[in-house]
């Protein structure tokens, strides 16, 4: 069987259709796809993970990311309820739990969750005070993720979390801040001191009442001072006889009661 030149030419034509149309037909969606399908425009539902076949030309195919994906949500500037002026910037994280409601609900879900939480972060900045956006992050984030996530159920999103990135207030104030910081540092610092002080002043307090029960106690402090003085000065101390007797005596005493006391044992 002889083939002509136009024969030929047909069958590759027909075999390039045929790889065309396969290629067309078959698709492969990822572990964390899916793939949602639509036949003539109107749902089919979703597919994947894995291999599957769709008619070219009759079905189309959106593919949806499941993965946990964040939007920044740019700087919104807002006076909070004791009017002061803020800049405060976010990212909420969410996740698509719903392909099909997150395909045919909203026109671009990502867009549309980034608006949400611009105006949403707007509204909150207005209802609370500035000491509780600066104290109490983790309340207004929870907040935030909670009424994102009510919001978006229907487009099939899930908002896991949304974290306050940072908060811009005017210069002056933050002057003010800092000279309040340092204030509080420097009253910490004598409150500490006071402190110290009193303590010191117990302890000596104590010791006094101790060489009042024990005068020669104190004498032999006295002594011991006057040593110290003489070692450093080089100087030779003289006491009066009658006055250093008595707390000598008493020390010898001391000891030899202690040294007799032991031998006993």
Avoid: C
């Amino acid at each position: 069987m002889e083939f002509t030149l136009i024969d030929i030419v047909l069958m590759v034509f027909g075999l390039i259709v045929v790889i065309a149309i396969l290629s067309a037909s078959i698709k492969i969606v990822r572990e964390y796809e899916r793939a949602v399908i639509f036949r003539l425009g109107r749902l089919l539902g979703a597919k994947g993970p894995g291999i599957f076949f769709i008619i070219p030309f009759v079905d189309s195919m959106v593919r949806v990311d499941l993965r946990v994906v964040g939007v920044d949500v740019p700087k919104q500037n807002r006076m909070t309820r004791d009017n002061v002026s803020t800049n405060v910037d976010a990212v909420v994280y969410y996740r698509v739990v719903d392909p099909e409601r997150a395909v045919t609900k909203v026109e671009n879900y990502h867009y549309a969750i980034s608006l949400l939480a611009q105006t949403t972060l707007r509204d909150i900045l207005g209802q609370v005070e500035l000491d509780e956006l600066l104290t109490k992050r983790e309340e207004i984030n929870k907040k935030l993720q909670e009424i994102l996530d009510e919001m978006t159920g229907g487009w099939g999103i899930k908002v896991v979390a949304v974290t306050l990135k940072d908060v811009e207030l005017p210069e002056s104030l933050r002057r003010a801040m800092a000279m309040q910081a340092e204030a509080e540092r420097w009253r910490r610092a004598r409150i500490i001191s006071a402190e110290g002080e009193r303590e010191a002043a117990k302890i000596m307090a104590e010791a006094a009442k101790m060489y009042e029960a024990h005068p020669a106690a104190l004498r032999l402090r006295e002594l011991q001072t006057l040593v110290d003085v003489a070692k450093e000065k080089n100087l030779i101390v003289v006491t009066e006889g009658a006055t250093l007797s008595t707390p000598i005596a008493t020390a010898a005493a001391l000891i030899k009661k202690t040294s007799q006391s032991r031998k006993g044992r």
